[in-house]
């Protein structure tokens, strides 16, 4: 049983525009959120995070917005580089237990 | 410089033939665990370690095997290697357990079991 999906495995956006990757979960007891970017060949790398007394946190050009009603996590890149080309993926943890993970999202930024 | 050290970063290998693949971490970390990418399934825990001494299972652990003898290294043991093996893995380490303290990788090893 998945906790935490990612339901599109691939997203391609124009260099400068918004790039939006999104993440479900379906454990109530969540109750803190990370987005982690791999790159090919390197292993994954904190991106940002956010707790669940929070509902946005921002950190240059990223974004993540939190919506515990809907159970709903999104990460925001404005604007989008060529660089941000990576893979994507969202974690959650309930209190000190382990973080489990999406499957991930695909993110091309073409010029 | 911080880091998570892991070798082989490829190996091709047969069933049944015995491998392991080392982790080593320099931030002196409490956690570390191990974690298999499948393409579908994300990031999968396999093993933790609390402390030295101290593993458990993670949600697949099932044909894997986990020593932590000294803190900074907690090497992932296949002791009879199946073609559902065959896995990109990554070790990681933190100063906790849990998603409040970032975790840091490896940069992988791909195992392909023929």
Redesign the interface.
């Known amino acids: 049983d998945q906790q935490?999906k990612?339901n599109s495995?691939s997203l391609s956006v124009q260099e400068g525009r918004i790039s939006i990757l999104n993440c479900d979960y379906t454990n109530s007891m969540f109750d803190?959120?990370?987005w982690?970017k791999k790159y090919p060949?390197?292993?994954?790398?904190?991106l940002i995070?956010i707790s669940s007394i929070k509902d946005k946190n921002e950190d240059g050009r990223f974004t993540v917005f939190l919506n515990k009603s809907a159970k709903h996590l999104s990460l925001h890149i404005v604007p989008s580089q060529p660089g941000d080309s990576a893979v994507y993926?969202c974690?959650?943890?309930a209190?000190?237990?382990?973080?489990i993970?999406?499957?991930?999202t695909r993110l091309q930024v073409f010029p | 410089e911080a880091q998570v050290t892991q070798n082989p970063r490829y190996l091709i290998t047969v069933t049944g033939k015995k491998l392991t693949v080392t982790c080593s971490q320099n931030m002196n970390h409490e956690y570390m665990s191990w974690y298999r990418q499948d393409p579908g399934l994300g990031l999968r825990q396999i093993y933790y370690s609390m402390n030295v001494e101290v593993t458990d299972k993670g949600d697949v652990p099932e044909g894997y095997k986990v020593s932590r003898k000294e803190k900074r290294n907690f090497p992932l043991i296949l002791e009879s290697p199946s073609p559902n093996q065959t896995s990109l893995y990554f070790c990681a380490s933190s100063s906790l357990a849990g998603a409040t303290d970032t975790q840091y990788f490896g940069p992988g090893t791909r195992l392909t079991v023929l």
Not at chain 1, 41 to 46: C, L, M, R, S, V
């Open positions: 935490v990612q495995p803190y959120f990370l982690y060949a390197e292993g994954p790398t904190f995070s993926f974690a959650a943890s209190g000190t237990d382990k973080l993970f999406g499957t991930g």
